[in-house]
């Protein structure tokens, strides 16, 4: 059996994400989705691939999406669910970040209409199953099967006209008929107007494009629910912070980044030695050895995070210089693409505009005002498809009255 070193603790687990000798290993076991796609890419391939993708992401874009964007998209989420009085927090949580998803992605919605959002929904939630195959408990075979199934639906009932469109735009900006600005602002265009450069083909396009569908959704889906549980045991416990999370935006994203730091995405990354070395806690690697840098502890280290490091508590003291979410957005060669954009920045710009909460606490916020509990007739589940500890389902009622829709 071959040997896997493993990285405990904040410092050597944040050496060992920026360690350029280490190579990501957590997504071959679904090729069909996840096959150089920017997360598995390593070396000058990431580097290029990861430059040009990047622009996309500055900060006025995480800014400019909370303002102009969402709040649009949330209401128009939430609407049916208010109607009905009740929701299912992770459905939910989908939901309203696939439209986040599929602009990031370059993914049109012509019709706009509910069952568009529905099969969205759908292929991204299966994108999701093959991105985290590594820890399923389902068939693997079958869910590579079924990845591949929805990646060809997806194809050619999304990608391929989406595609199209902005080939073509990018042919009139070739003949001066456009000008660049005119294009849109996504991860297709950019893979589009670079195909050449970066050798891409069309399935390698199509494959990057699905991976940042999940990308968007997957993770925020399942920090809203992880968050929204601490924060409901919380307010058992402090009722006098129920009324200060409905008013203190920094507060409540004080407690998203609490919850995020407890509930990394995954507990841990896996990533092998291109060459044989010695890690900074004085583990000697051999060439071709697998390492699972273990996230969780990193984020539970007493003395960054303080002796109740394991417990929620928005109003811990936390080291200065160590982000009150510790490694849950990974940091280095893999940084998260969306950690402004989900868990904000939290300070006001020099503008003086008010400051940027992210996706998550927006969320939170909305369901907060609108009175959102557990449903306590539908007790919440675990998702049994995943080693992962996250919510299958997360019953809520939702509105004044306990009777169903708002009153
Ligand atoms: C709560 C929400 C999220 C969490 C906890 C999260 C977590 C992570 C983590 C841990 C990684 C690095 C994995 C590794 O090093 O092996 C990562 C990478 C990535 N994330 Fe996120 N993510 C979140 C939301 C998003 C969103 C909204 C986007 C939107 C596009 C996104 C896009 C990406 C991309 C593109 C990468 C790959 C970066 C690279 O390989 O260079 N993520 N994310």
Redesign the pocket.
Request: proline share 3%.
């Given at each position: 059996m071959t040997h896997t070193a493993r990285v405990t603790g904040y410092h050597n687990a944040h050496a060992a994400?920026c360690d350029k000798r280490l190579v990501?290993s957590?997504y071959s076991e679904c090729n069909v989705l996840m096959e150089r796609v920017?997360?598995t890419l390593h070396g000058d391939a990431?580097t290029c691939r990861?430059a040009i993708e990047w622009k996309l992401f500055r900060r006025d874009f995480a800014r400019f999406y909370e303002r102009e964007i969402y709040p649009n998209t949330l209401a128009q989420t939430l609407a049916p669910y208010l109607s009905s009085g009740q929701m299912d927090l992770p459905e939910f949580g989908f939901r309203v970040n696939i439209n986040?998803?599929a602009d990031?992605a370059g993914i049109d919605r012509p019709e706009g209409s509910a069952a568009e959002t529905d099969a969205l929904v759908a292929y991204t939630r299966k994108f999701s199953e093959g991105a985290t195959l590594f820890h399923s408990t389902r068939d693997k075979d079958t869910v590579r099967r079924e990845v591949g199934e929805a990646l060809e639906s997806f194809k050619h009932a999304f990608f391929v006209p989406s595609r199209d469109r902005r080939e073509q735009m990018l042919q009139r900006v070739g003949k001066g008929e456009l000008s660049e600005d005119e294009l849109p602002r996504d991860i297709l265009t950019v893979l589009l107007a670079n195909r050449q450069e970066q050798n891409l083909d069309d399935d390698m396009i199509l494959r990057e494009v699905a991976f940042?569908m999940q990308?968007?959704s997957h993770?925020?889906a399942n920090?809203l629910t992880h968050t929204f549980h601490e924060l409901h045991q919380w307010c058992l416990s402090h009722p006098e912070d129920r009324e200060r999370l409905q008013n203190d935006e920094l507060f409540l994203q004080r407690c998203v980044h609490e919850s995020?730091r407890l509930h990394?995405?995954?507990p841990v990354?896996w990533r092998t030695a291109g060459e044989a070395f010695t890690l900074p806690d004085g583990t000697d690697l051999a060439e071709g050895e697998s390492v699972v840098i273990d996230l969780m502890s990193a984020n539970l280290e007493a003395p960054l995070f303080g002796d109740d490091a394991a417990i929620f508590n928005p109003k811990r003291e936390v080291a200065p210089r160590i982000p009150p979410f510790g490694l849950?957005?990974?940091i280095g060669?893999?940084?998260?693409?969306?950690?402004d954009?989900?868990?904000g920045l939290g300070t006001a710009s020099e503008s003086g505009q008010a400051p940027h909460i992210g996706t998550?606490s927006n969320l939170l916020k909305s369901l907060l005002a609108c009175n959102a509990r557990p449903n306590p007739a539908l007790a919440a589940q675990l998702d049994d498809g995943t080693e992962r500890p996250n919510w299958g389902t997360y019953p809520l009622l939702i509105g004044a009255t306990d009777g169903g829709g708002k009153s």
């Open positions: 994400l990501q957590m920017l997360l990431h990861r986040l998803s990031i940042f990308a968007g993770s925020s920090a995020l990394p995405a995954s990354a849950t957005f990974g060669i893999h940084t998260c693409f969306g950690r954009i989900a868990g998550l």
